[in-house]
């Protein structure tokens, strides 16, 4: 007994005539008239009785008919919400992000734009470090994540980056960096004048990444920094700063975090050492909620460049 046999009784047995049965279906009477009797064989059961004017159901029909639109009903539900899935338009999206994207606007306005656009996706979010975040999607346990550079490239992956913004030198409040003489305004940090200073790194050790990149750039100024700290999350690394362990280099959307522990200033070779906002998921992704917040990051994404600008 098939799907379109249960489909095929209903139709009758709601006009309770073969011939319109058959034309509402789209196909010939006498087909209509065979599929009817092999599935009264099928089941050992008269599902309709006979008469001049059409027919009409009998009493093992109607408990039947009951069992049928049951299961048509639960099958078309089933058929709605795979496509609604498909469509992109519900399921689950399981999101990581690092504490440096989580503080950046964008985050919690895509995931806001999210739940208001797509009610039927329940999301997910979780927090760890880029290393961890990229593994996770590329071995299908995120389906997505927010992260800053890449400090990995697994095959199979796309990293596309939503948003660029400049970095900061954040000092703790009491180091002669942060002191501005009276009458003056802030000025820019320079790198040469980190040369003496002691960094907290927020990296994989050996990985590429924010900070490997500012170790390349250190070096082709002519110095290696001294190192106090390596750790694996952005508000480990402020948390330090703020207890006075070291300095260190973060985006701009975490100024004002430890405001009272913690300056920020601009840093002079800003433009060659941007943090941007990286999307990751997989190639393979190309429908269902995961490219629905694709498009969705994008359009954030937009909005917030036309608003910076």
């Known amino acids: 007994m098939e799907l379109r046999h249960l489909r095929y009784f209903l139709a009758v047995a709601e006009e309770g005539h073969v011939t319109r049965a058959a034309e509402r279906l789209g196909i010939q009477q006498p087909p209509l008239s065979l599929q009817i009797r092999a599935l009264e064989k099928h089941i050992g059961m008269t599902l ?11 009493d093992g029909g109607r408990l039947f008919r009951e069992e049928a639109q049951r299961i048509v009903s639960d099958v078309a539900a089933v058929e709605d919400r795979m496509g609604r899935i498909a469509r992109g338009e519900q399921g689950m999206l399981k999101i990581g992000f690092t504490s440096s994207a989580a503080a950046h606007p964008f985050t919690p306005d895509a995931l806001r734009a999210c739940r208001q656009a797509f009610p039927g996706i329940r999301l997910v979010p979780s927090e760890d470090n880029a290393a961890n975040i990229t593994e996770l999607v590329a071995s299908g346990r995120l389906h997505c994540g927010l992260i800053r550079v890449p400090v990995a490239q697994p095959e199979g992956l796309v990293f596309e980056t939503l948003l660029r913004e400049p970095v900061l030198v954040a ?44 170790l390349a750039l250190c070096e082709q100024q002519g110095f290696r920094p001294r190192i106090a700290a390596e750790v694996e999350r ?29 300056v920020y200033r601009p840093l002079v070779e800003s433009a060659k050492l941007d943090a941007p906002l990286t999307l990751v998921y997989r ?16 359009k954030v994404a937009a909005r917030l460049s036309r608003r910076a600008a």
């Open 48 to 58: 309709f009785r006979r008469h001049p004017k059409g027919v009409a159901l009998t």
């Open 283 to 298: 190639a393979e992704d190309s429908a269902g909620p995961v490219a629905s917040f694709v498009a969705l990051t994008r």
């Open 234 to 262: 952005m508000m480990t690394n402020l948390n330090l700063v703020a207890a006075g362990v070291g300095i260190s280099i973060v985006p701009a959307s975490m100024q004002g975090l430890h405001a009272g522990a913690v």
């Open 171 to 214: 000092v703790p409040s009491d180091h002669p960096l942060a002191q501005v003489p009276k009458g003056r305004r802030p000025k820019a940090v320079s790198l040469a004048e980190l040369r003496d200073e002691q960094l907290i790194l927020v990296r994989r050790p050996g990985a590429p990444g924010l900070y490997a990149n500012l």
